[in-house]
């Protein structure tokens, strides 16, 4: 899967919206944009994908550039509850076998009350 | 059941001792991966099963470590001999989908289990 780049922390107050970027320069034609977050103690939670339109959900947005090299995970309105890694990683539809997702550091998202 | 289930939460083993890691899956879920998380870093991949059949074996760290799924559901990781380096959270996800066309799907994940080795 190609390679992501993420920023290592993020702060944010509460009740704010949050732009969590992600880069992926090298991204290929048919590769899906994923996000999980990892809240602590627990394990990752999908959050949210997308291939080249901008797409909504119950839990956040995600803005897809028109050259598809970077991303924006959106969180509408932080909670204290959005504390977590955001993990933004991409999944290739034209590749064989089943390889997992392949996660990088993410970016520590913390949310100040 | 409602999400997927890991036990124990927790473990601690001395160093040589065997490890049994236990994954319920999903009832009905096709697909199963387990990943080592260590301390401060993203997970990694460890192994898939599609049903019973393990068909990617490619991130297990070394042959100490075996992992099985006799009846396409329940999954265990077993852990031999078991050292220091081994320390980290173990997690399990499934997904109801096959591997094809697999980018246009998400995991659900357990809680996972912590592993200490002292």
């Known amino acids: 899967d190609a390679k992501t780049t993420q920023p290592n922390s993020m702060e944010s107050n509460e009740e704010e919206p949050v732009h969590l970027p992600c880069n992926h320069s090298?991204?290929?034609?048919?590769?899906?944009i994923h996000w999980y977050r990892q809240l602590p103690s627990q394990g990752p939670e999908y959050v949210i994908h997308?291939?080249?339109s901008n797409v909504n959900n119950r839990m956040a947005s995600l803005a897809i550039a028109e050259d598809r090299k970077s991303s924006t995970l959106i969180l509408h309105r932080a909670t204290l509850r959005d504390a977590a890694v955001y993990y933004c990683?991409?999944?290739?539809?034209?590749?064989?076998?089943?390889?997992?997702?392949?996660f990088g550091k993410g970016t520590h998202l913390i949310i100040q009350p | 059941g409602a999400g997927v289930s890991q036990s124990p939460r927790y473990k601690v083993a001395k160093r040589g001792q065997d490890v049994a890691l236990r994954c319920d899956p999903i009832?009905?879920?096709?697909?199963l991966f387990w990943y080592q998380q260590a301390l401060g870093q993203g997970p990694e991949f460890l192994t898939y099963?599609?049903?019973?059949?393990?068909?990617?074996k490619s991130g297990l760290p070394s042959d100490r470590f075996f992992a099985e799924r006799p009846e396409g559901s329940v999954s265990t990781l077993k852990i031999q001999r078991t050292q220091q380096e081994d320390s980290a959270v173990y997690l399990c996800?499934?997904?109801?989908?096959?591997?094809?066309?697999?980018?246009?799907?998400?995991?659900?994940f357990g809680s996972g289990t912590r592993l200490t080795v002292v």
């Open positions: 996800a499934s997904s109801s989908l096959p591997p094809v066309g697999r980018a246009n799907y998400g995991y659900t």
């Open positions: 090298t991204i290929s034609g048919t590769d899906y």
């Open positions: 997308g291939l080249t």
């Open positions: 990683i991409l999944r290739d539809t034209a590749g064989g076998g089943a390889d997992g997702l392949t």
């Open positions: 009832s009905g879920h096709v697909s």
């Open positions: 099963f599609q049903n019973e059949a393990q068909l990617d």
